[in-house]
């Protein structure tokens, strides 16, 4: 079974144009394959680049989000603080202004004790030139020997002067 030569020939010649059109093409395919593998070990490369930055993104918004919870517990701490120190500076500040009335009142009363001790050293003082000016006098060198009696006579359960 051998076909005709003559009405064979342009067919035959058709065939192997169409073949070698076949194996051009399949030539051309097997170079894109390649060129796509290329592209696909590099897509697959900055996929896995893509992938890694994610990741440590992630890692890094999660970290974040930690430190950010953390700033606001130690925030809110610190307002507990802050509100605390306010009351203390609230009470400690009454307790400076009654301490101010305090001091004060003593200062006053310091005053009115020095003016009463000013009073009481004059009249100490006006007493003390009395009983020299008494003891100086005629009438008390004169009756000395009286109290001498006086004292001599006197019982002992008698402390009268």
């Known amino acids: 079974m051998t076909p005709a030569p003559d009405s064979s020939a342009p ?4 065939l192997r144009k169409q073949l070698i059109l076949a194996q051009v093409q399949l030539m051309e395919l097997e170079d894109l394959r390649d060129e796509l593998r290329t592209e696909l070990a590099a897509t697959q490369a900055l996929l896995a680049q893509s992938q890694t930055l994610a990741d440590s993104t992630l890692q890094a918004q999660d970290r974040t ?3 950010r919870a ?12 802050l509100h605390q120190a306010r009351e203390q500076e609230i009470v400690l500040a009454a307790r400076l202004t009654q301490a101010q ?7 006053r009363a310091l005053h009115d004790v020095q ?17 020299r000016a008494l003891r100086a006098s005629r009438s008390w060198r004169w ?3 009286l109290r001498t009696l006086e004292r001599l006579f006197r019982r002992p359960g008698d402390r009268t002067k």
């Open 11 to 14: 067919d035959l010649d058709a």
């Open 65 to 67: 989000e930690s430190a």
């Open 70 to 81: 953390e700033l606001q517990e130690e925030c809110t701490r610190l307002r507990a603080s």
């Open 101 to 107: 009335a305090d001091i004060v009142a003593r200062d």
């Open 115 to 131: 003016a009463v001790l000013v009073t009481l050293r004059s009249r100490v003082e006006q007493l003390e030139t009395e009983r």
């Open 143 to 145: 009756t000395a020997p």
